[in-house]
């Protein structure tokens, strides 16, 4: 019983067995050349299929991810999913959500903003441990409040928020991780704002409950303050980016969405809707190990 195989190998167990390098395994798995299961968050190698592989009688079958951007919500990625006919679905449940999401397996592309010490979206990527991914860079959005009118003569950082209805983003979301984070360096508990029982999930319905009079403020970025003709106190300039799987990148809905990234439709859009920096658009901002 002792000299039984496992059910399951680990990756160093099939580098032994393959003779290679463990690096070369993950590519191997990255490139769906070999059978394996990921099990929260570790790979490991079924010894039956794996054996069947090695001989030549069985192939192993790349995962197919769905065609669907997940994480946070862009207007302007919004619109140009649509205006490019890309064909892609969309599930917009925050940064945090949606690259948990995006690391099972569950989308092609994530959409994130996720604040970090040094940087945006990188150290929180790269903790995860994916393989065959990269981060494209997507725009730099200026943030900060959106305030209606009455407030807006009184209210000019997070600090002038004590006492005042503001609307929040779910939880999971970048923005909520950045307001918590404005509101403890400007010494406000959670108990310092009134807030409504039911979040925003995305720009567009933050803003709007502003507009509608059911907050006076929100933490929101300045195309959707331009929109819904609302006062705008900018606070910080962030990142947004795009992480897409290697393997979807090359099919024809991801295609489609990074083709019309470089056209003057997009541009134009981007200036019309305004607070973003195209300048980063399109460049390699992290790439897996």
């Given at each position: 019983m002792e000299n039984e195989s496992p059910a399951y190998l680990t990756t160093k167990e099939v580098?032994?067995?393959?003779?290679?390098?463990?690096?070369?395994?993950?590519?191997?798995?990255?490139?769906?050349?070999?059978?394996h299961r990921k099990i929260t968050g570790k790979l490991l190698f079924p010894h039956g299929e794996l054996m069947g592989w090695i001989e030549g009688a069985a192939t192993a079958q790349p995962v197919e991810r769905p065609a669907l951007v997940t994480g946070s919500h862009d207007p302007l990625l919004d619109w140009a999913l649509r205006e490019s006919g890309a064909g892609l679905a969309t599930l917009w449940n925050g940064s945090c959500d949606g690259l948990a999401h995006f690391s099972e397996g569950g989308a092609a592309i994530a959409g994130l903003h996720i604040p970090g010490e040094d940087d945006w979206n990188i150290a929180a990527v790269a903790a995860r441990g994916l393989q065959g991914v990269v981060l494209i860079g997507w725009?730099?959005?200026?943030?900060?409040?959106?305030?209606?009118?009455?407030?807006?003569?009184?209210?000019?950082?997070?600090?002038?928020?004590?006492?005042?209805?503001?609307?929040?983003r779910q939880e999971g979301a970048?923005?909520?991780?950045?307001?918590?984070?404005?509101?403890?360096?400007?010494?406000?508990?959670?108990?310092?704002?009134?807030?409504?029982t039911?979040?925003?999930?995305?720009?567009?319905?933050?803003?709007?409950?502003?507009?509608?009079?059911?907050?006076?403020?929100?933490?929101?970025?300045?195309?959707?303050?331009?929109?819904?003709?609302?006062?705008?106190?900018?606070?910080?300039?962030?990142?947004?980016?795009?992480?897409?799987?290697?393997?979807?990148?090359?099919?024809?809905?991801?295609?489609?969405?990074?083709?019309?990234?470089?056209?003057?439709?997009?541009?134009?859009?981007?200036?019309?809707?305004?607070?973003?920096?195209?300048?980063?658009?399109?460049?390699?901002?992290?790439?897996?190990?």
């Open positions: 580098a032994d067995l393959l003779r290679v390098k463990e690096r070369k395994v993950y590519d191997m798995v990255s490139d769906g050349e070999i059978p725009a730099e959005r200026e943030r900060g409040l959106i305030l209606t009118p009455g407030v807006a003569d009184m209210v000019r950082g997070v600090a002038d928020l004590r006492g005042r209805r503001v609307i929040l970048g923005t909520t991780a950045l307001f918590d984070i404005m509101m403890a360096e400007a010494g406000l508990a959670p108990s310092d704002i009134l807030t409504p039911t979040p925003a999930h995305t720009e567009s319905d933050a803003a709007a409950a502003v507009a509608a009079g059911e907050a006076e403020a929100t933490l929101g970025i300045e195309a959707m303050a331009r929109q819904f003709r609302l006062a705008f106190r900018p606070l910080v300039c962030e990142r947004f980016d795009l992480l897409i799987d290697r393997r979807s990148y090359f099919t024809e809905p991801v295609q489609r969405l990074v083709s019309f990234m470089r056209s003057d439709a997009m541009i134009a859009k981007a200036a019309a809707l305004g607070g973003y920096d195209l300048a980063g658009l399109g460049k390699v901002r992290w790439v897996s190990p």
